[in-house]
């Protein structure tokens, strides 16, 4: 799992640069305990949706095989917009962070991203959108003859 959250933290870290993005508050996981009501900014709470770890094997006939860990995991970030402006600009700030994926993307890891509709959180009044992307990865170490 650590392998997996600093690979999607490189990511999140670059979009944080992205001059755009500067009046975006990035946070770690959206839980119940989540007590920042009203929204005063754009907030963008990133967490691990779900992940897949196996053993397995790259390469083949072509080339040597190496044994190592094929990674998969779906990460998530919700983008809560100001509880005053009712949404405004939020789908523009979602669809831009689409764009930007790619280039915050340096190991091109990211195999699949979406973005959902406009969606309500009762919790904390606000409305927000979901950015849904997939990682993938292999870590590998010994060659294998084969």
């Keep these: 799992m650590t392998q997996i959250k600093q690979k999607i933290d490189a990511v999140v870290k670059n979009l944080k640069a992205v001059p ?21 900014g754009f907030l963008a709470a990133v967490c691990v949706k779900s992940t897949e770890l196996c053993e397995t094997y790259l390469g083949g006939l072509i080339m040597p095989r190496k044994k190592g860990k094929m990674y998969r995991a779906v990460a998530e970030i919700r ?63 010994e060659e294998q003859n084969g």
């Design 79 to 141: 983008v809560y917009a100001p509880k005053n402006q009712n949404g405004s600009g939020l789908s523009e700030l979602v669809g831009e962070m689409m764009y930007r994926l790619e280039d915050a993307d340096e190991e091109n890891i990211i195999t699949g991203a979406k973005a959902g509709a406009i969606e309500f959180d009762e919790n904390v009044s606000a409305v927000f959108r979901r950015l849904t992307f997939t990682v993938e990865f292999f870590e590998g170490g």
């Design 20 to 40: 755009e993005f500067s009046k975006v508050r990035f946070v770690r996981e959206y839980t119940d305990k989540f007590t920042e009501t009203p929204i005063s």
